[in-house]
């Protein structure tokens, strides 16, 4: 049984940092996409950062590109999201999933309903407000 689990969301103040991490169990991530989406109230879903661990390839979207940064750990089968220089546009639900491992991450990125598996998870909330 596949699962993905999102976890280290919160409130913070602009100009603050979190880093979220996502779990996954009944697979393995090296083999696959991964992604990290969000969504704002009233937004549609927005790819965040997509990363091919097999390739070494990592995308960013505009918006987070050098602020935020997408690692891996393999022995922990688990994937994070450090978000640096938050701003209110950051807030939201994030959640990770994995796509298909033909795509490229800057495809996946931008159209998960192609490739991404139906694995959504219930997200973890960040808000980011003074």
């Known amino acids: 049984q596949v699962q993905l689990v999102e976890s280290g969301g919160g409130l913070v103040q602009p100009g603050g940092s979190l880093r979220l991490s996502c779990a996954a169990s009944?697979?393995?991530?090296?083999?696959?996409?991964i992604g990290w989406f969000r969504q704002a109230p009233g937004k549609e879903r927005e790819g965040v950062s997509c990363?091919?661990?097999?390739?070494?390839?990592?995308y960013y979207a505009d918006s987070v590109n050098g602020r935020f940064t997408t690692s891996g750990d393999s022995a922990k089968n688990t994937v994070y999201l450090q978000m640096t220089n938050l701003n209110t546009e950051d807030t939201g639900v994030y959640y990770c999933n994995i796509l298909a491992p033909q795509a490229t991450v800057q495809r996946a990125c931008s159209a998960p309903e192609i490739y991404a598996y139906d694995y959504w998870g219930q997200g973890t909330q960040v808000t980011v407000s003074s």
């Open positions: 990363i091919k661990f097999s390739v070494g390839s990592i």
């Open positions: 009944g697979i393995t991530l090296d083999e696959y996409v």
